[in-house]
């Protein structure tokens, strides 16, 4: 007896359906699963066989071939246990065969037959709708399966209900007292907590109209992250276009979703975590921190203890959006467009070019900490400021700075313009579109001439500074790009590290 359903595998965030063939044959009694699986499949078997044993059905004294096709297709997780139980019992006569012929089936099976959420929910209700099928889902997941319009989403709590619907096509009625999901997101921080560092904001400001990438240097106590974790209240919300992505990502690393992702992603990973962790990788090549940001910030504080090949490995995602996996077992692209805010201290102490207290580093170990960050990677930095230490007669008795909605409205204002002037932001203008876009009257031109041959700005960071120029000007509203904006924007590109007399004998 044969029995097929279908379940649904991720390669990247795109839906791969896998076709679940079940063959119950004569032999001692065993099942077995083949099909590339990971130990998450392969151990799947034990989670059937005890959930249909709970739910009073059992497996067949014969021989269970399970074949997860196509065979040469990596397959990774749970999500494919219920899938297998029902076309089980498909094979066996139990359930119909032609409902559950036309279903996309996803979730993990307890050992009491509960049914548990899993990852990629979202790309199954997609694959649901390209083949106009319904999709069986855990109950838990029902709103982001609902997400995707035009497919019948069949909640299921328990393998009881799934057999039921299989049976007879009613859907299980939604538990009454299901809670409903909270927020994920935490609330954003108001910019107003920040006294001082009035140049500092207002690089974030401009950072968060053109999406350019910051980096903070500064002594320790300075505010550099407190600046930092306020991003996300001036960051503007996500268009249509990658709200639909940010959602699918989050989905397909497993994050609850309870609705379309509006809000900009904010990521802060510590900087302990591995190349893998970051970028994206492991045995089932995952999703990194870079794609958990898209559309919004990573912040990476600490940003010279991050291993030199994690570091290098930004600049890829940097200069295209996306980043390109390839290992051994396969390859994967993933969308990677964020925008990156680091912060770090001068030296390993902090404390080089403090006022308040003298550095006790020894050269070697000060070149050593600074020469962690290659060149490239610091040039991919838009804007780069040293902060400076803030004095209590600085911060206590001062009045709360502006709020982050006040300044989130005018990078909105700003924001709109550039997408509507160009269709995308200012931080992704390359090439014609920049020459077009950001075009330099004579005056600007001498004084980016003036700033490249003192050795200020190399050839991509004259292009960078064009992009922060126009972004300056789009906050100020004004058509182009004057000396005046010009000259702004080179303020914002200081040298992270001051050259020093002991470093130079």
Not at 16 to 34: C, I, R, S
Request: with cysteine.
């Amino acid at each position: 007896m044969h029995a097929t359903t279908t379940a649904c595998a991720l390669v990247g965030l795109e839906p791969v359906p896998v076709t679940v063939e079940v063959l119950v044959a004569g032999g001692l009694p065993a099942l077995h699963v083949v099909g590339l699986g990971d130990a998450a499949v392969m151990e799947a078997k034990e989670r059937v066989r005890a959930a249909l044993k709970h739910g009073g059905w059992g497996l067949p004294p014969s021989r269970v071939t399970v074949n997860l096709a196509p065979a040469d297709l990596r397959k990774a997780g749970p999500g494919y246990d219920l899938a297998i139980a029902l076309a089980v019992l498909a094979a066996q006569r139990l359930v119909p065969t032609g409902r559950l012929a036309a279903a996309v089936v996803v979730g993990e099976l307890a050992l009491d037959g509960t049914v548990r959420g899993v990852p990629g929910v979202l790309a199954a209700a997609l694959l649901a709708r390209s083949t106009s099928a319904q999709v069986l889902v855990p109950a838990v997941h029902a709103d982001e399966a609902r997400l995707v319009a035009g497919v019948e989403v069949v909640p299921v709590a328990t393998l009881t209900d799934a057999v039921a619907y299989v049976r007879s096509g009613r859907a299980p009625p939604p538990p009454t007292d299901r809670p409903h999901a909270p927020d994920p997101s935490e609330p954003a921080l108001d910019l107003a907590d920040v006294r001082g560092h009035a140049v500092a904001r207002r690089a974030l400001e401009v950072a968060a109209v053109g999406e350019h990438p910051l980096l903070l240097v500064g002594p320790p106590g300075c505010g550099k992250s407190m600046l930092a974790r306020r991003a996300p209240g001036v960051w503007p919300p996500l268009d249509d276009a990658t709200a639909w992505t940010a959602t699918l990502v989050r989905s397909a690393a497993g994050a609850p979703v309870t609705g379309m992702v509006r809000r900009a992603p904010f990521r802060a990973p510590h900087h302990g975590g591995s190349e893998a962790g970051l970028l994206g990788g492991g045995p089932a090549l995952r999703p990194g921190e870079v794609t958990l940001a898209h559309g919004g910030v990573l912040f990476l504080d600490e940003l010279p203890e991050w291993s030199r090949r994690a570091l290098e490995g930004l600049r890829q995602p940097l200069e295209e959006g996306v980043v390109a996996l390839s290992r051994a077992h396969g390859r994967r692209t993933y969308p990677a467009r964020f925008t990156l805010i680091a912060a770090m201290n001068p030296c390993p102490c902090g404390h080089d070019g403090d006022g308040a207290q003298p550095c006790r580093c020894h050269p070697s170990d000060r070149r050593r900490y600074q020469g962690r960050l290659s060149g490239p990677l610091l040039d991919r930095f838009d804007l780069r400021l040293r902060l400076p230490r803030l004095g209590p007669d600085d911060v206590i008795g001062r009045a709360r700075g502006e709020a982050s909605a006040d300044v989130a409205a005018r990078v909105a204002r700003a924001r709109a313009v550039a997408l509507a002037r160009q269709g995308c932001s200012n931080g992704r203008l390359t090439g014609a579109a920049l020459d077009r876009h950001a075009t330099l009257d004579p005056a600007t031109t001498r004084l980016l001439a003036r700033a490249a041959a003192a050795g200020h700005v190399s050839a991509r960071g004259a292009e960078r500074l064009r992009r922060v120029a126009r972004s300056l000007a789009d906050l100020e509203g004004a058509p182009r790009v004057t000396a005046a904006h010009l000259a702004e924007a080179l303020a914002y590109r200081s040298e992270p590290f001051a050259p020093r007399g002991d470093e130079r004998a």
